[in-house]
């Protein structure tokens, strides 16, 4: 029964940064063996996962994008955040937050995506 909702700006501008907020009810991103996980998808291409921030805090993410990449939380609100810094027009993507399995990695649940549109 755990829900997520994925919210922030439908447009960024190029070189700006991206941000976006999950939010999580029916279930704590604390939780033992939770995983908060950040998956797009870009039109007409497959899913990517971005990165994860685990029920203990620690974060991992994708080797392509790290570098750019950055998820955090807010446990009093229940919510966990991505920054995706310097974006260009191929970060175009629908966006999700989803549940995983902790060291497997498969998907429990996810919300219903947000399309993110880079242009000027």
């Known amino acids: 029964q755990v829900q997520l909702q994925e919210s922030g700006p439908g447009l960024v501008k190029p070189s700006q940064a991206l941000s976006l907020t999950c939010t999580v009810s029916?279930?704590?991103?604390?939780?033992?063996?939770?995983?908060w996980s950040w998956i797009r998808q870009p039109p007409g291409k497959g899913l990517e996962w971005m990165g994860v921030?685990?029920?203990?805090?620690?974060?991992y993410y994708s080797p392509s994008l790290k570098s750019r990449t950055s998820i955090s939380r807010d446990t009093s609100k229940n919510q966990f955040s991505l920054q995706l810094s310097s974006v260009t027009p191929e970060d175009t993507a629908v966006y999700y937050c989803?549940?995983?399995?902790?060291?497997?990695?498969?998907?429990?649940?996810w919300g219903k995506g947000t399309l993110v549109t880079v242009s000027s």
């Open positions: 921030i685990h029920y203990d805090g620690n974060t």
């Open positions: 989803a549940e995983v399995a902790v060291n497997i990695m498969d998907i429990i649940c």
């Open positions: 029916g279930g704590s991103i604390t939780s033992s063996y939770t995983g």
